[in-house]
């Protein structure tokens, strides 16, 4: 089968955050919408070493994270600068940026 190249601005990738809760972690999942980034961009954020830039420049959008009350948090920049003072998401983000860069082949 040929490769079909497609330039892809945008995905969809999940994102599993673990979170201390009494003693354990327990897993909770969201969909992170990433900016498909190219090798050169990808190579430089990572030689920056700050998260806070790091997941700035990637993460364009979500679902499925909702609020105490159960409502859905919408993606903005105020929300964007909460949920990124928590240490559990940015680190649940950064893994799961790398997996999707990492592709399916180390799964096999």
């Known amino acids: 089968m040929a490769l079909v190249f497609k ?3 945008e995905y969809d ?7 201390p809760d ?11 919408r990433f900016k498909n980034v190219g090798r050169k961009a990808f190579a430089e954020l ?4 700050n998260d806070e830039n790091f997941v700035k420049s990637v993460l364009v959008g979500w679902s499925g994270i909702k609020d105490d ?10 929300n964007f600068i ?3 003072d928590n240490h559990f998401i940015v680190k ?17």
């Open 82 to 84: 909460a949920l990124t």
């Open 69 to 78: 009350d159960g409502n859905d948090v919408e993606y903005n920049n105020d």
């Open 46 to 49: 990572v030689e920056e070493e």
């Open 22 to 32: 009494k003693g354990k972690f327990k897993q909770e999942t969201f969909t992170a």
């Open 7 to 9: 330039k892809i601005a």
């Open 92 to 108: 649940g983000i950064i893994e799961a940026f790398g997996e999707s860069m990492r592709g399916a082949s180390e799964k096999n």
């Open 13 to 19: 990738w999940q994102v599993t955050v673990q979170t």
